[in-house]
């Protein structure tokens, strides 16, 4: 029986730092194994960056900008626009004010058990698309 593999899709982000990463590389001539080597990784380490295949962290982004002599912003410009941004929360002062009253009414239950029936009701509610 052959072992199941599952395809994770490449995260957007991963994805757009790893184009940025493969111009970079063929501006300066070099090749996917020599950045490897700069980068004290693993063979195939920069490949599966560009590919978007792997999470490229921030000691990578570091070693990567120190070989491509680039500094570290150089892999974000434009990449806030491949995010999903959350809806926007407002922050208005009674928003806030709000929020901060019932974070202060919730302390002040001393039941323990009520204190829970109150987070799943509010979970509840949140679930609630007619509120």
């Known amino acids: 029986m052959k072992p199941s593999t599952t395809k994770i899709d490449p995260n957007p ?3 757009y730092i ?5 111009r970079q590389r063929l501006e300066r001539g070099l090749t996917l194994e020599a950045v490897d080597e700069l980068i004290g990784g693993k063979k195939g380490m920069t490949k599966a960056f560009e590919e978007g295949k792997r999470f ?3 000691s990578d982004l570091f070693a ?3 070989a491509l ?3 570290v912003s150089f892999f974000f ?5 491949r995010i999903k941004k959350p809806p926007h929360l407002a922050r208005t002062p009674d928003v806030v004010e709000g929020a901060r009253r019932l974070i202060q009414a919730y302390y002040d239950i001393q ?4 204190r829970r029936s109150v987070v ?12």
């Not at 790893?18 to 493969?22: C, D, K, P, S, T």
């Not at 039941?111 to 009520?114: F, M, N, R, T």
């Open 120 to 131: 799943d009701l509010l979970k509840d509610l949140a679930k609630d698309e007619t509120l």
């Open 77 to 81: 410009p434009g990449a806030e626009n």
């Open 13 to 15: 982000i991963e994805q």
């Open 111 to 114: 039941d323990h058990g009520l």
């Open 18 to 22: 790893g184009l940025r990463l493969q």
């Open 64 to 66: 990567l900008s120190t």
């Open 56 to 58: 490229v962290g921030p």
């Open 69 to 71: 002599e680039v500094d």
